[in-house]
């Protein structure tokens, strides 16, 4: 009923920038916080970053400073700015949200499939 679509992930060198998308489709109510999380190899998934549908951001401490999250309630659609790629932020990158879809009155949690993000030089 629901799917979260990423794109633009890739591959790019340490130093280089990267915008990340998230558009979230299908019998949508309202869709609520959004978030960035990734995965590493051997490696626990971790928050990179959330954002309230007011706006309201929360960043993880490694990315702050260099990432930005934002998002275009109009489209349902979450952004990641990944500016001064490290290595260590090589990943697969996961989109999340909160929604509730029509006809329901509870909130669920939706994923997205993954963009694999590779910095390397």
């Known amino acids: 009923q629901v799917q979260l679509v990423e794109s633009g992930g890739g591959l790019v060198q340490p130093g280089g920038s990267l915008r990340l998308s998230c558009a979230a489709s299908?019998?949508?109510?309202?869709?609520?916080?959004m978030g960035w999380y990734r995965q590493a190899p051997g490696k626990q998934r971790e928050l990179v970053a959330r954002?309230?549908?007011?706006?309201?951001?929360n960043y993880a401490d490694s990315v702050k400073g260099r990432f930005t999250i934002s998002r275009d309630n109009s489209k349902n659609t979450v952004y990641l700015q990944m500016n001064s790629l490290k290595p260590e932020d090589m990943a697969v990158y996961y989109c999340?949200?909160?929604?509730?879809?029509?006809?329901?009155?509870?909130?669920?949690?939706?994923w997205g499939q993954g963009t694999q993000v590779t910095v390397s030089s």
């Open positions: 954002i309230t549908s007011g706006h309201n951001t």
């Open positions: 299908g019998m949508i109510f309202s869709v609520y916080q």
């Open positions: 999340n949200a909160d929604i509730r879809t029509v006809g329901s009155y509870s909130t669920d949690k939706y």
